[in-house]
């Protein structure tokens, strides 16, 4: 079956620290790939998606990037995070190739906080 | 991309059924009806999801309505641990089929 594994569970960092969060799948191949955002309150937010390695695609523009180095991981990175980037941050995958009406499947999410 | 409008928030008592509705008056023909359910601190999780006719899973029913202006998940008996957001997406957005969520509705049971 598969999985998808997502750490750390939750993060501190101090305003302009790095980031890197790091999301896993396991038991499919050529996933497409997904991170999400959700801000305290709010709705979730789609920040970037990978239909292979080394593609990425931007939904919306800030400090954050992200990278697919293989198959099925897929890193979100920032080189000096905001008071603003505080939030859950979730990666999910879906079949790729398969009709668009496939199910995304979440993983359980990086709380972050910014201090 | 269409949009969807649901109730912000519900209540509901344990074992008893449960009806959250969703309207997308603007639906395309081609358009999906999916529901995904948000438990505190956890990712979404797929429910179910229909184009046309109603659809059970283990999970709950959907119920189309035959303009498909419209739909309602049912869950036919809540648990204390469905207490949830329940999203009702329409459209997958963007070339890539991804999802645009939207505020859902907070489903609270009491026992």
């Known amino acids: 079956s598969q999985t998808i594994h997502q750490w750390p569970a939750t993060l501190v960092q101090p305003v302009g620290s790095p980031l890197s969060l790091e999301c896993t799948v396991e038991?499919?191949?050529?996933?497409?790939l997904y991170w999400y955002r959700q801000a305290a309150g709010r709705g979730l937010q789609l920040l970037f998606y990978?239909?292979?390695?080394?593609?990425i695609s931007s939904e919306v523009p800030q400090n954050l990037s992200a990278s697919r180095p293989q198959d099925r991981q897929f890193i979100l990175s920032s080189k000096k995070l905001l008071l603003s980037d505080s939030g859950f941050y979730l990666c999910?995958?879906?079949?790729?190739?398969?009709?668009?009406?496939?199910?995304?499947?979440f993983g359980d999410g990086t709380r972050l906080s910014i201090l | 991309d269409a949009k969807t409008t649901q109730p912000n928030s519900m209540e509901s008592n344990e074992e008893e059924p449960v009806h959250l509705p969703c309207n997308h008056s603007?639906?395309?023909?081609?358009?999906?009806i999916h529901w995904y359910r948000q438990l505190p601190s956890q990712g979404p999780e797929y429910v179910i999801h229909g184009l046309t006719s109603n659809v059970n899973n283990r999970m709950a029913s959907l119920a189309i309505a035959e303009d498909r202006k419209s739909s309602t998940l049912i869950l036919h008996r809540a648990t204390l641990r469905d207490a949830a957001v329940y999203y009702c997406i329409l459209k997958y957005g963007g070339s890539q089929g991804n999802l645009i969520f939207g505020k859902g509705t907070k489903l609270s049971v009491k026992p």
């Open positions: 990978s239909v292979g390695i080394g593609q």
């Open positions: 038991g499919t191949s050529n996933p497409n």
């Open positions: 999910a995958w879906k079949s790729r190739g398969a009709e668009r009406n496939q199910p995304q499947h």
């Open positions: 603007t639906i395309s023909g081609t358009d999906y």
